[in-house]
Nanobody, 124 residues
Framework: VQLQASGGGLVQAGGSLRLSCAAS????????VGWFRRAPGKEREFAAA????????AYADSVKGRFAISRDNAKNTFYLKMNSLKPEDTAVYYC??????????????????WGQGTLVTVSS
């Protein structure tokens, strides 16, 4: 599975961005897509995940109510819509796919495929 993330950029606080992750290659019928982020000087952290087969989603408390993960089956692309952005959302965002499990895991160790990252910078 190859993943190509895009959509990052510079935005003012309170603004919105939509990240995209195009998937290609072999995927199973039951998998999970996720977004993680790494802020400058910090560890990678979970942001959101979606179980494709069940439709269940999971979000980090820090983004709940502001971010939404979704998928376009026809385009084999998944998205992270980010609203009400804050300076603390500044990070490199990575998309990832897990081919095992049917629940929206927040454990990066369960994701075997990763995109290259896209930088989101939120100015105050």
């Amino acid at each position: 599975v190859q993943l190509q993330a895009s959509g990052g950029g510079l935005v003012q606080a309170g603004g919105s961005l939509r990240l995209s992750c195009a998937a290609s290659g072999r995927t199973s019928s039951s998998y999970t897509v996720g977004w993680f982020r790494r802020a400058p000087g910090k560890e990678r952290e979970f942001a959101a995940a979606l179980s494709v087969i069940t439709g269940r989603t999971a979000y980090a408390d820090s983004v709940k109510g502001r971010f939404a993960i979704s998928r376009d089956n026809a385009k084999n692309t998944f998205y992270l819509k980010m609203n009400s952005l804050k300076p603390e959302d500044t990070a490199v965002y990575y998309c990832a796919v897990s081919l095992s499990g049917n629940y929206p895991s927040n454990d990066p160790g369960r994701f075997g495929y990763w995109g290259q990252g896209t930088l989101v910078t939120v100015s105050s």
